[in-house]
């Protein structure tokens, strides 16, 4: 089988793979646990790939056309926080570490893996790479300082460390892959992406089994808490797809924008919250994001269904 029949496979995969990760971490807690030291590495590579086809055009591009990402950031950084540290409080009252695992789940950058749903529903290709990189590169300046505004506020953290972390995982890489896509003229996209683009997805599997290996005593005693917490997780990850749709609809954007809109809006790197939640945070902060791996890639499914539906009536209709 070729490298691009597996990528294909692994795509449609998506929606089971981070479910089935976060059983195989948990069984498996007492061997994985020695090897979470790896998952900075790892993550590191994921977004390399990912951000190969990004370029310097990109950030020109937003210059000149800053509306979309604007929206978009406004989205992923002050409604979802102020969602989901509303709802956290409504419903956990005096968590601390709940709330801050609720907020920390939102303020994360947008997912690298929404470009794939982008790319299948028809979406604006270019935009979407426009947003991941921006929203990439503000992580380590946004992200520490929206946990610790909108968090518990009674957690100690250490904001520098997770900057650096930050850096390291996402804006290096980033930035790494950027240069070199632009310096060989796209050529590496087209030769590098395709090879590495299933051992990219398989990277993420691999990265929610030891994450989860160190949360496996909060998801090994089930009990309602976890049950209520599930639920709301769901329900504000399934808000920010909607949040997001409603937003480009009011705003009439063009099909192909909105649905970018609605993918970026919804989606987060939830592999770099859990890296985060694990590395900087007390393991109950985690146990949300963990929940959220649960839910992302089936619900970008749903939507994609849901998108595919409206659009199709209405051409019909039209």
């Keep these: 089988m070729s490298l691009q029949s597996i990528n294909t496979y692994l795509n449609r995969a998506m929606p089971f793979i981070t479910p089935i990760s976060v059983v195989i971490g948990v069984l498996l807690a007492e061997r994985l646990t020695d090897y979470t030291f790896l998952v900075p ?16 055009k990109s ?11 604007f929206i978009v950031l406004m989205i992923l950084h002050i409604l979802m926080p102020i969602w989901a540290w509303a709802l956290g409080h409504l419903v956990f009252q005096g968590d601390a570490f709940t709330i801050t695992g609720l907020v920390l789940g939102v303020v994360i950058p947008t997912g690298v893996t929404s470009i794939i749903w982008i790319t299948i529903y028809k979406g604006n290709a270019a935009l979407a790479l ?10 380590p300046f946004i992200v520490p300082y929206s946990v610790s505004l909108f968090g518990g506020g009674t957690i100690e953290m250490e904001i520098w460390p997770m900057v ?11 930035m790494l892959a950027m240069f070199l896509n632009q310096a060989t003229k796209g050529k590496i996209k087209e030769r ?8 990219s997805k398989l990277s993420v599997g691999i990265v929610v089994i030891l994450n989860s290996s160190k949360i ?8 309602e808490k976890l049950l209520v917490m599930a639920l709301l997780v769901l ?12 937003i480009g609809k009011l705003l009439h954007w063009e099909k192909e924008d909105v649905i970018t809109l609605t993918f970026t809006g919804g989606m987060r790197n939830i592999s770099a919250g859990a890296v985060l939640a694990t590395t900087y945070f007390p393991a109950a902060v985690a146990v949300p994001v963990i929940l959220g791996m649960l839910f992302q890639q ?8 849901f998108l595919d539906k409206y659009y199709h009536r209405r051409v019909n209709e039209a």
């Design 41 to 56: 590495w790892i993550f590191a590579f994921i977004t390399f790939t990912g951000s190969l086809g990004s370029n310097f």
């Design 59 to 69: 950030l020109k591009r937003a210059i000149y056309h800053p509306l979309p990402i």
């Design 130 to 139: 426009t947003i991941i990189l921006i929203d990439t590169l503000l992580s």
């Design 164 to 174: 650096k972390g930050l850096i390291g995982m996402i804006v290096i890489p980033s």
């Design 192 to 199: 590098l992406a395709p090879r590495l683009a299933p051992f």
């Design 216 to 223: 496996a005593p909060y998801l090994t005693h089930f009990n």
């Design 235 to 246: 329900f504000i990850a399934a808000s920010g797809y909607a949040f997001s749709w409603s």
């Design 298 to 305: 089936m619900l970008a499914s749903v939507f994609g269904y």
